[in-house]
């Protein structure tokens, strides 16, 4: 497991030329890299759904004040809660792209449930907009969003539990490898409503205290909303240096639907497929961002894939769960720009709500954020339901 | 000219079901009539296949109609033998995805049926009965087209991300659920699946190139050319 064997796949690269976020944090980058620097938690109970027979209501909620900013800018959209997010943050990502033809503009979208708030709606015979009431499926709230957005190349809608988020990445850097895009907007979103709630405390999947990702006492997870927004382009159209995509994987466990495999060896061939692909060696990853849930299950088997491919060797590792919560289909991208936020500033991120290390984790498991002496290579990871793993590979072109 | 080949198809529908080597075999009559009805809940596993499926019983219909899609690709080969199950992926394409679980479990929350609110858990059950473990990747696709999820499989195969590739187009949308949608968004083909394996040129009789068109037609095609000699 030392070395990356496998070459290479031929240029074009897709880089990284910007990124936004509607989160539990607020709207935009600027209150994720606060809360990365203070190692903070956006996790709060949602008083309006006390009494619920929910296992709890500690989530990553995004501020009302926030949604009503963004409804009040686009008030055709005002009830599509899902669009007004996705399309914030993809706003934001898209500020300072080169410009290229509608044609070679392209996009991927990565949701669970899309709005599942106006399915609940119309399930409950309330009032819907005809904007949301389409967003019920996935696929059209992606095409909506690439019309909102001159995206009139290749449009992609992946639906993949929580590795969405790296999937929807992945394919956004396929199509610039593959020649059909210059520029692909990625964009995960995922709303956090009743039939969330319902799902995963009818699993009992929820910590009531709020998720504790590799800590001892760990119960299960926290949900959270949002959107992530990660604009792609054709490396050669970027000044150096640029964070590319430098690979990726993906696996099945072939082993349980909602619990993942015991032994890691899904997520340790997602991870080796992505370390191939990007032709790196274990040494040269410098950070590797978790999914950490809090479940008690994920967060062993993530903490035993790690040691199987990196041996004694893990690297500085981290959850960001804590801070936003599982944001699902949006949480691989979500996570992804909190590693690019956290390279930016020079910085490791710690583990907000993680006190006590659980002896499974990795000894380089980060409580609180440090200053990193070496930050080039990073590797994402998520898993999810149905056997599902990915990973990413991020890399800074060298100066 | 690709080297991507069709090494098998199969389809069921409304009409029937079957493979590219065996042809279409049109339901019973009385099965027949409640399908084309829409009424899944008289399909069993038992009327396709002898062996058992222990998990099809609890599983929603957008699962069990792409594991029978799978299984049915299966029974094209005397050994059901891809060239490597780690190597092997699976990619999926649906429009209306989970609709009908979504409508269940917005009905009755329960455990079981939460499980089957991802489109991408019909890639867990086939993986599980399986055993493939190679990339997998799941796409929401507008309207019934299906070609997304073939171009993903062929491009897994030409970059070495895999060494084979099933691809499954598969909609369970109840009446329903397809009530949840808004009333210019009618889906057709309310119940169908298909299954392509795909894989490099080998020279093998019956394998055809992949020259375009989508999923479920090239499945339908070779499996009604086959009924037809």
Redesign the interface.
């Known amino acids: 497991m030392g070395t990356a064997l ?1 070459t290479a ?1 031929s240029q074009p690269r897709a880089a990284v030329a910007g990124c936004g976020a509607i989160s539990a944090a607020g709207a935009g980058l600027d209150p994720l890299a606060l809360a990365l620097r203070d190692n903070s938690s956006a996790l709060r109970a949602r008083a309006t759904l006390a009494g619920q027979r929910y296992q709890t209501t500690i989530a990553g909620w995004v501020p009302e004040e926030t949604i009503a900013q963004l409804a009040a800018r686009d008030p055709e959209h005002a009830d599509a809660r899902a669009f007004l997010m996705a399309d914030a943050a993809l706003r934001e990502a898209a500020r300072n792209l080169p410009i290229v033809s509608p044609g070679r503009r392209a996009l991927v979208l990565s949701a ?2 899309a709005d599942i708030l106006a ?2 709606r ?2 409950g015979r309330q009032p819907c907009s ?1 904007a949301a ?2 967003h ?5 709230l ?2 909506d969003l690439a019309a909102a957005h001159q995206a009139r190349g290749p449009v ?6 929580c590795v969405s988020g790296l ?1 929807a990445l992945q ?1 956004g850097a ?1 199509f610039i490898e ?1 020649g059909l895009a210059d520029v692909v907007l990625v964009a995960g979103v995922d709303l956090v409503s009743h ?1 969330v709630l ?3 405390s ?2 009992k999947a929820l910590d009531a205290e709020g998720c504790r990702p590799f800590d001892s006492r760990r119960t299960g997870l926290s949900l959270g909303e949002g959107a992530g927004a990660v604009a792609l382009v054709r490396r050669d159209l970027l000044p150096s240096p640029a964070w590319t995509i430098a690979g990726w ?10 619990g993942p495999s015991r032994d890691g060896s ?1 997520l340790v ?1 997602a991870i080796t ?1 992505a370390f191939q ?1 990007a032709a790196v060696a274990t040494g040269e990853i410098d950070y590797v961002n978790a999914h950490g849930t809090g479940t008690l299950y994920n967060d062993n088997m993530e903490s035993l894939a790690l040691r199987t491919v990196f041996g004694e060797n893990v690297p500085p590792c981290s959850s960001s769960k804590g801070i936003l919560g599982h944001t699902l289909g949006a949480a691989g991208v979500l996570e992804t720009i909190l590693c690019l936020l956290a390279a930016h500033s020079g910085t490791l991120p710690g583990t907000p709500r993680l006190l006590e290390r659980d002896p499974v984790a990795p000894q380089t498991m980060l409580l609180r954020p440090q200053p990193a002496i070496r930050l080039r290579c990073m590797l994402k990871i998520n898993s999810g ?4 793993n990915a990973a990413l590979v991020l890399r800074q072109d060298q100066v | 000219m690709s080297d991507i080949v069709v090494r098998a198809a199969s389809w069921l529908g409304p009409e029937g079901s079957g493979n590219d080597l065996a042809g279409l075999a049109k339901w019973p009559a009385p099965l027949g009539e409640a399908l084309r009805r829409g009424e899944l809940e008289e399909l069993r596993w038992a009327h396709l296949f002898e062996a058992e499926a222990q998990r099809f019983a609890r599983m929603d219909w957008l699962s069990r109609l792409g594991l029978m899609a799978v299984e049915l690709l299966r029974a094209r080969f005397e050994t059901w033998d891809p060239p490597d199950l780690e190597q092997t992926g699976v990619c999926v394409e649906t429009a209306a995805g989970c609709l009908t679980s979504d409508l269940d479990f917005l009905r009755q929350p329960r455990p079981t049926v939460f499980a089957y609110t991802l489109p991408s858990t019909v890639i867990g059950e086939i993986c599980i009965r399986h055993r493939f473990k190679g990339p997998m990747l799941c796409l929401m696709s507008a309207g019934g087209s299906t070609r997304a999820a073939i171009d993903e499989g062929a491009a897994w195969l030409r970059e070495g991300a895999a060494k084979s590739c099933v691809c499954v187009a598969c909609e369970a949308v109840s009446t329903d659920a397809a009530a949840l949608l808004p009333p210019d968004l009618a889906l057709e083909n309310a119940w169908q699946a298909c299954a392509l394996l795909l894989g490099r040129k080998s020279g093998a009789p019956r394998e055809r190139a992949l020259a375009g068109g989508t999923l479920n037609e090239i499945g339908r095609d070779l499996v009604l050319a086959a009924s037809r000699g």
């Open positions: 496998a796949v669970t449930k399915m609940e119309v399930f005809k009431h389409r019920i499926l996935p696929r059209l992606a095409d992609q809608c992946v639906s993949a539990a999937l394919q396929s593959r039939f319902a799902g995963f009818s699993l994987g993906s696996s099945n466990d072939a082993n349980h639907l909602t899904g061939l497929r692909r339901f149905g056997g599902a």
